[in-house]
């Protein structure tokens, strides 16, 4: 008896790890399945600030190239020179691509955000808030930002660089057949400035996010990648919502599907996912899942 036990038992256990096997490797495939939107995906860090300030910038950075991201947008410098944040983005594997200052630091320091841009290796630097009276973005406020955005695009040229505005979705009042942030991509100089759209702050206040790529093809470079809940209204033009209002990708009222195949077949450069939901470090991952499998149709 002991002579068929024990092909037997072989039999069993190999059928066994074979099926564990087979199992093991369509989970595995079915991991790295690539949807239609292959562009490397790249991060705000601005998403992670808590982590940051809890955990230091390296935990942060770690966890990022953790999650699957190739490459980010710096929003401060984490307590350090640009110089040794770009030593802590090369040792995490990332590179930045792109960086964030205010209008004042623009405005008043150029010199030094040159400076930082070129040491932490960003091609773009921009902002994403232009000064107004709170609920009076107007056509006054428009006209200045075009000036302060050409000034500002010569500036970055002359040094190898590129300015870019992030819209932040107080821009989108009527003005003439569009909007002033029609009006401020119109006659700002194609050579100069470039945008940065955030998805989230297009959609709130009723624009749609591919009828504006095609009204202006070429203009905008970057992207946020950013959404809201379902049954939150749009139509403000305050230019913020409550993060609780804040949705995980795929799980909000945008269809990234149309967004994202009108944009790279547009030539935007970079895709940065900003999560500004309660639980960014538990929902970068999910939303990262999706975007990677996410088909056009």
């Not at 069993?12 to 690539?34: K, R």
């Not at 050409?150 to 979705?169: I, P, R, S, T, V």
């Not at 945008?254 to 929902?283: Q, R, S």
């Amino acid at each position: 008896m002991k002579s068929l036990y024990l092909p037997l038992f072989l039999v069993f256990t190999l059928a066994a790890c074979t099926a564990e096997t087979e199992s093991t490797n369509a989970e595995a495939e079915a991991e790295v399945v690539q949807g239609d939107f292959t562009v490397p995906m790249g991060v705000q860090l601005w998403s992670f600030r808590k982590m940051a300030e809890e955990e230091g910038a390296v935990a942060m950075l770690d966890m990022v190239k953790n999650v699957g991201f190739t490459h980010v947008e710096t929003a401060g410098l984490y307590g350090m020179t640009a110089a040794e944040l770009s030593t802590t983005l090369d040792a995490a594997g990332l590179e930045a691509t792109s960086m964030h200052a205010n209008y004042d630091a623009f405005k008043n320091n150029i010199d030094q955000v040159i400076a930082d841009a070129k040491a932490v290796g960003a091609e773009y630097a921009g902002i994403a808030w232009y000064p107004h009276e709170e609920g009076n973005f107007d056509e006054a406020t428009a006209r200045q930002a075009i000036a302060d955005f050409n000034e500002f695009g010569q500036a970055m040229k002359d040094a190898g660089l590129k300015f870019f505005y992030h819209n932040h979705g107080y821009e989108p009042s009527p003005y003439g057949d569009g909007t002033l942030l029609d009006l401020i991509i119109d006659e700002t100089d194609p050579e100069l400035v470039y945008f940065e759209m955030d998805v989230l702050w297009t959609w709130l206040p009723n624009v749609d996010p591919v009828a504006l790529i095609d009204r202006h093809p070429g203009r905008f470079k970057l992207m946020h990648i950013k959404d809201m809940k379902p049954g939150i209204e749009r139509g403000t033009l305050a230019g913020r919502i409550p993060d609780e209002d804040k949705a995980v990708i795929g799980e909000g009222q945008i269809d990234w599907p149309a967004v994202l195949k009108t944009a790279t077949e547009d030539g935007f450069e970079h895709f940065y996912l900003e999560d500004e939901t309660t639980e960014p470090v538990d929902n970068a991952p999910v939303s990262y899942a999706y975007l990677k499998a996410l088909k056009y149709e």
